[in-house]
């Protein structure tokens, strides 16, 4: 039987969060160069095999919207270790699984890590203020840019040594040594807990009547939704436009998360000095400015996949100055609600993520694609510098109280 540890009201360290994060990141994505051997293992076509990847992220949206009122109501601590619990008996079941519908019920199970990230950013909120929560978001940002760097290569490695279930079989090990490490270190951070979970549940009623929270949370979407319109249409420019192979194209899509880690990077070492508006905003120009300059190349023939890729990469570290900020901004709208507010600004992400991804495959083609792709980049850019102006409005006609 478990022993309780004596850590259990001892706020986490930020390693803990930080590893926390990187486990929610690489279960997304570091199976993918698997997914032709386990359409083939399991004798199904390609497209079902990649259900695995659609499910998941539909799973994670509503997850993130349950799980945030829930930990505003039982505690972090609660909540993420029964995510962690969850995650590593679906990593069992997808490492046994005999049968794709097996398979791919178990993955979506495994969309119970989401936890881990979301409630990180609440757990960080709940022991700091908001600038300094930006700072440490910052640095726990940067996971997210190089674990889906890092992620598939780890997983390619593994696939080809010891086959694809050896991926899960990561996680499962994974999994175990997080649930150790967060049972003896996360301590628990939420110490005002509501009194009922059908109370928790209707503050999001609250929540939705604040325009900081919809300023917020709009700018984190469409922020993100620059990140998804480019890795959308990546391998197509590359491959129609630049003749590009498709380990150089691989390249090219890490450029836009180098970008977000430099962004994260610096995010880490100026949010305590300025405000949560300055580097959101800062932000937002720094995308727009990179994306402007790379589509006036374009529209003026100089059409190179060096110049192309360097436009994007302001994509990227603007988002690595503003998603910290904003997220920290949008769990102070209402400090008890952080959960709940992460929770469901995340899965608003998510699903707006969902929504211009599948526009920009819509629109795109091999004619169109160089110009089509940074004008959609630019306006995803554009709403989110919007929202975050409209957010530094409000802060001047309604100040929060100090």
């Not at 199976?31 to 497209?47: C, K, M, N």
Request: glycine share 12%; proline share 5%; net charge positive.
């Amino acid at each position: 039987m478990l022993r309780t540890s004596p850590s259990i009201r001892t706020p986490p360290s930020l390693t803990t969060l930080v590893l926390l994060t990187a486990l929610s990141v690489l279960s997304l994505n570091m199976y993918l160069p698997s997914l032709a051997h386990i359409a083939a293992d399991f004798e199904v076509d390609y497209g079902l095999a990649n259900m695995s990847i659609a499910g998941y992220l539909a799973v994670t949206a509503v997850l993130q919207v349950i799980m945030g009122p829930l930990s505003d109501r039982y505690g972090r601590r609660p909540v993420i270790l029964a995510g962690l619990i969850m995650f590593c008996v679906a990593s069992v079941g997808c490492y046994l699984a005999q049968d794709i519908w097996v398979f791919l019920t178990f993955r979506l199970f495994q969309g119970a890590i989401i936890t881990g990230m979301a409630l990180s950013r609440a757990v960080v909120r709940d022991m700091h203020g908001p600038q300094e929560a930006a700072s440490l978001l910052g640095y726990i940002s940067m996971v997210m840019a190089i674990a889906p760097m890092t992620g598939p290569m780890v997983g390619g490695f593994l696939d080809e040594l010891l086959g694809w279930r050896s991926n899960f079989l990561f996680f499962v090990i994974a999994g175990v040594g997080m649930l150790v490490l967060c049972w003896r270190d996360l301590g628990e951070t939420n110490l005002e807990p509501s009194e009922t979970i059908g109370a928790q549940f209707k503050t999001y009623p609250d929540l939705l009547q604040s325009r900081r929270f919809w300023g917020y949370s709009i700018c984190l979407t469409f922020s993100l939704g620059a990140f998804y319109i480019y890795i959308t249409g990546a391998a197509l420019i590359g491959a129609s436009v630049f003749g590009l192979t498709p380990s150089i194209i691989g390249l090219t899509v890490g450029g836009i998360t180098m970008g977000f880690a430099v962004g994260s990077f610096l995010s880490g070492r100026l949010s305590r000095r300025y405000p949560l508006w300055v580097m959101v905003i800062s932000g937002r120009i720094v995308a727009a400015i990179g994306l402007c300059i790379g589509l006036g190349l374009v529209l003026m023939g100089l059409l190179h996949p060096v110049t192309y890729v360097g436009s994007v990469m302001f994509v990227g570290m603007g988002n690595g100055l503003t998603i910290p900020s904003a997220n920290s901004g949008v769990m102070s709208v209402r400090p008890r609600l952080a959960g709940s507010a992460s929770g469901l600004s995340g899965a608003m992400s998510v699903a707006g993520g969902a929504v211009l991804t599948s526009v920009t495959g819509a629109m795109l083609t091999p004619q169109n694609g160089a110009v089509v792709l940074m004008i959609l980049m630019l306006v995803s850019v554009a709403i989110s510098l919007l929202a975050a102006i409209y957010v530094r409005w409000v802060d001047l006609r309604d100040p929060l109280p100090a």
